[in-house]
Structure formats: structure tokens, C-alpha cells
């Protein structure tokens, strides 16, 4: 790779890297929210909602089309961070009383 390709290489890393920051402070407000809807369960089988799941990725397909994006890509980047969550909710569940 020629110096001026990793020159280009290193300042598209640096962006990611500051993309990755943010994206970091969105996961962290995403959690919070899954902590507060977390709180309102009652039952440990209301953790998963399949309706919702399909809703979020139908409308996550819909704006990924809508703006360029290619859905396979967001597919799969919301399918894990649904399941990621419901595996933190069944770890963290609590009965209630």
C-alpha cells in the first residue's frame, strides 16, 4: 500500500474510531431504556416479544431501503442487539413480589 493510501487508511480509521464513541453513548441510552422496560415486566416470559421483534425489523428494513442502506447489513446488526438485550433482561430479571 502506497504512504499517501495509508495516510487516506488511517484518517478513515480515526472517524470509525469517533463513530464507535458515539455509538457507545447510544448503546449506553439504549440500556437504560431496556433497564426501565425491564422494571415494568412482571414475568420472566414477557421478556421476549416475537410481534415486536418482527415490527422492529420490518421498519428497520423499510429505513435502511429508504435511505441507501443495504438491509442485509442492518438485519443483522439489529437482530443481534435485540437478542444481546434479551439476554441481558433474562440475566437481570427479578420476580416480583
Known amino acids: 500500500m502506497s504512504p499517501l493510501k495509508k495516510e487516506k487508511l488511517s484518517k478513515i480509521r480515526k472517524e470509525l474510531d469517533k ?6 453513548k447510544i448503546i449506553k441510552r439504549r440500556t437504560n ?3 426501565r422496560v425491564l422494571a415494568l415486566k412482571e414475568r420472566k416470559n414477557q421478556i421476549v416479544d416475537q410481534k415486536r421483534i418482527s415490527l422492529i425489523l420490518k421498519n428497520i ?3 435502511s431501503l429508504k435511505n441507501n442502506i443495504d438491509p442485509k ?3 443483522k446488526i439489529w437482530k443481534n442487539m435485540i437478542y444481546a438485550y434479551i ?3 433474562r440475566r ?3 420476580k416480583k413480589r
Open 61 to 63: 428494513k423499510k429505513k
Open 73 to 75: 447489513i442492518t438485519n
Open 87 to 89: 439476554d441481558f433482561e
Open 19 to 24: 463513530l464507535d464513541d458515539s455509538l457507545i
Open 33 to 35: 431504556l431496556v433497564k
Open 92 to 94: 437481570n430479571f427479578t
